[in-house]
């Protein structure tokens, strides 16, 4: 790096899962609290996410739970996901009250063959 370039931020990306994860999160907060309240969630999880891709080390606090994978807490729900070189990869976006050691349990492969997909992409 030259004297004066800034590093580039650390990236995150989005398996399909989690796409989806946060698309029915939206649209369900839209439905209960509004549109302002419903921003501002998404909002939140998604500041969650640029942290836990600056610090990925945080989500290793609670590997217990989500082993093999990385999770950390955002508001209501948890974000499971994985490392790559140029970042990490969010896996799912799971909330709280769910079982979530049976979930990931029940999604590895699916998860690990998707996050081999964005690292051949990447």
């Known amino acids: 790096m030259a004297g004066n370039d800034a590093p580039s931020p650390a990236t995150f990306l ?3 899962n989690a796409a ?7 649209t369900r907060s839209r439905r209960e609290w509004g549109d302002d309240v419903a921003d501002r ?6 500041a969650a996410m640029g942290v836990a891709a600056a610090t ?3 989500g290793r606090l609670r590997q217990y739970c989500s082993a093999p994978f990385l ?3 955002a508001r ?3 974000v499971i996901y994985d ?3 140029q970042g990490i990869a969010v896996l799912t976006v799971q909330h709280q009250v769910r079982d979530i050691e049976s979930l ?4 590895t492969p699916a998860l690990h063959a998707e996050v081999e997909r964005l690292k051949r992409k990447a």
């Open 104 to 107: 990931i349990a029940e999604l």
């Open 83 to 85: 490392l790559m070189p």
């Open 41 to 46: 969630y998404i909002a939140d999880l998604y």
């Open 56 to 58: 990925p080390e945080k």
């Open 14 to 16: 989005l398996t399909r």
């Open 71 to 73: 999770m950390i807490p």
């Open 76 to 78: 209501q729900h948890f």
């Open 20 to 26: 989806l994860d946060l698309r029915r999160i939206y």
